[in-house]
């Protein structure tokens, strides 16, 4: 197996590496040639062989360029023209003198090409060679995209096979070796310590679970459909082994936001599509497959407010709204539905950093106990529900908000507890933090603002292409040109924009309420075979 393993890989490289070759070599003779044909075409003009611009004993030829208008009156001199283009031909003893007129005159010298022969026919020649190396490069490329097509999975298996057995080799560095006896220690997660047990009781190997010295490493168990999303919590950091794995909160929230953000089923089914494409092409790149996924699930959720709330497509109306109930859609042309979008935003930001905190909480008594807990957590609680129902009351009265007259002195107590909480237990400096609470749960807002700017930049080219410019005879070119190019920048601009501010709003405004990170990702001795079939053990 190994030697036709071998044959095989050797077969492949030394195919690869001769078009590369091949190529490399061709691309270099195409550059030299198109630099001849340049410098040709610039003395082709002036009618002369090549071997006519030097090698004379008695003169001296200047070529090179003049002004358009320059008129060289020189005596005892032949001149030979085309344009700006000029050969001057001058006795020896003339030389300098010829010289010095040339550059007052403006004259830049360009050294005329070695050879012989007629520098347009050499040009012909010369093109037809151009030409023809042309072609064979772009056949040599299709052939090299040909062999990566051919043999890029069987390559893709084989590093998979060769890897496994490179690591197995390595295997022995990781051990304490006597004369007859191993020793390894690691770590393995506690549900999968008692079938590994098992497995290697079969050979003879002692295992003993032991208590472990160090941080153990973190292995982020997920579900199959949240899984994909801790790309962007590795991104974030690796949580404690104690604390809470923030994966499922990025699951159900990031799209989410991002659907809320963009809301439109047009720009949904692209961004769905987008992200499918990604999963087909490069599901064997973990993570750009991951990355993949989450663009489709959040083009889903966009596809699915762009339907049923927003019922717009391209920023057009779709007419669903026409079949749902009125409670249900949102029309982004009236200030009632705005406010309504306003008010949802805020409202997800008092429950998104509510639940940081209850998170947060939660990981602080696990790890210190209930009063720390109470002291970093559940103060900052107090502050933000107390805070966010007595400073309304208090600057606008209790009609903004009916029914809370009555909780205007039980807010304004909880938040002064919460204040005093918070100062007990982190000093002064608490009352610096304050506002940043309350600056957290605003930005939440920027859902709505984000899903408006959208929706005003697609109303927008819609408005300068169907009707500023109209769709009436070559004006529809036009309409087309401008709806595809606004609409592909909207698409770039939602992906970027909507992407990084939803994910923005779990990193900023709701993970360092609870998230300490500092963990180190498990990574465990062995593969997951994706290619190949196990024909030996691998851990």
């Known amino acids: ?30 550059e030299e040639s198109k630099t001849r044909m340049e410098m040709l075409s610039t003395f082709s003009g002036l009618g002369l062989d090549l071997e006519l611009m030097s090698g004379y004993e008695n003169l001296d030829v200047f070529t090179g360029t003049v002004p358009n208008k320059a008129e060289i009156e020189i005596e005892g001199i032949e001149e030979i023209r085309n344009e700006n283009m000029v050969a001057i031909f001058s006795p020896k003893d003339m030389s300098k003198e010829v010289e ?39 056949a040599l490329e299709h052939e090299m995209e040909a062999l990566a097509l051919r043999e890029g999975h069987w390559l893709i298996v084989i590093e998979e096979h060769l890897s496994t057995k490179v690591e197995k080799a390595s295997l022995p560095l990781k051990l304490a070796l006597s004369e007859n006896t191993f020793t390894l220690d690691g770590w393995i997660p506690k549900n999968e310590f008692v079938k590994l047990k098992r497995a290697v009781e079969k050979v003879e190997v002692h295992i003993e679970e032991g208590g472990g010295e160090g941080t153990p490493p973190v292995k982020l168990e997920n579900a199959e459909v949240v899984k994909p999303f801790e790309l962007f919590t590795k ?36 961004y769905f599509a987008m992200g499918h494409m990604i999963v087909k092409k490069f599901g064997h790149i973990v993570d750009t497959a991951a990355f993949g996924r989450i663009i489709r699930t959040a083009g889903l959720w966009t596809i699915v407010f762009g339907s049923l709330v927003f019922t717009e497509a391209f920023g057009k109306p779709t007419g669903l709204a026409e079949y749902l109930p009125n409670w249900m859609t949102l029309d982004k ?6 406010a ?31 009063k720390h807990a109470a002291e970093e957590k559940l103060s900052w609680l107090m502050i933000l529900w107390g805070g966010l129902v007595y400073i309304p009351i208090l600057l606008f009265g209790s ?25 007990y237990g982190e000093g002064v400096v608490a009352l610096v933090e304050l506002p940043s609470v309350f600056v957290h749960v605003i930005s939440y807002v920027r859902i709505a603002a984000l899903g408006l700017a959208d929706f005003g930049l697609a109303t927008a080219v819609n408005r300068i292409a169907l009707q500023d410019i109209g769709t009436e005879g070559v004006n529809i070119i036009f309409a087309i040109l401008i709806l595809l190019f606004g609409h592909i920048v909207i698409v770039i601009i939602g992906l970027i924009g909507s992407g990084i501010n939803a994910l923005r709003l779990q990193y900023v405004e709701c993970f360092p309420k609870f998230f300490q990170g500092g963990g180190t990702d498990y990574s465990p001795f062995g593969r997951a075979r994706i290619y190949t079939k196990k024909m030996e053990a691998t851990t």
Do not use: C, W
Request: aromatic content about 8%; glycine content about 10%.
């Open 399 to 423: 009609e903004l908000i009916p029914g809370t007259g009555t909780l205007e002195t039980p807010a304004l107590i909880l938040f002064l507890m919460g204040t005093a909480l918070a100062i």
């Open 1 to 30: 197996l190994s030697n036709k393993l071998n044959e095989r890989l050797d077969d492949v490289e030394n195919k690869a590496v001769n078009l590369r070759d091949k190529i490399r070599e061709m691309n270099q003779e195409l």
């Open 100 to 138: 010095k007129k040339l550059m007052e005159l403006g004259f830049k010298s360009i050294t005329p090409p070695e050879g012989n022969g007629n520098p347009e026919k050499e040009y012909g020649i010369i093109k037809e060679i151009v030409d023809k190396r042309e072609t064979e490069i772009e």
């Open 340 to 370: 309504t979008m306003l008010q949802m935003s805020f409202g997800i930001g008092m429950v998104y950093v509510t639940l940081g905190l209850l998170i947060g909480f939660y990981n602080v008594m696990n790890l210190h106990g209930f």
């Open 235 to 270: 991104l974030y950091g690796i949580p404690n082994h104690r604390e809470f794995d923030p994966t499922a909160l990025l699951f159900l929230a990031y799209p989410l936001f991002f659907g809320m953000m963009v809301g439109d089923l047009g720009y949904g089914l692209i």
């Open 333 to 338: 042309h009236h200030a009632e539905d705005v």
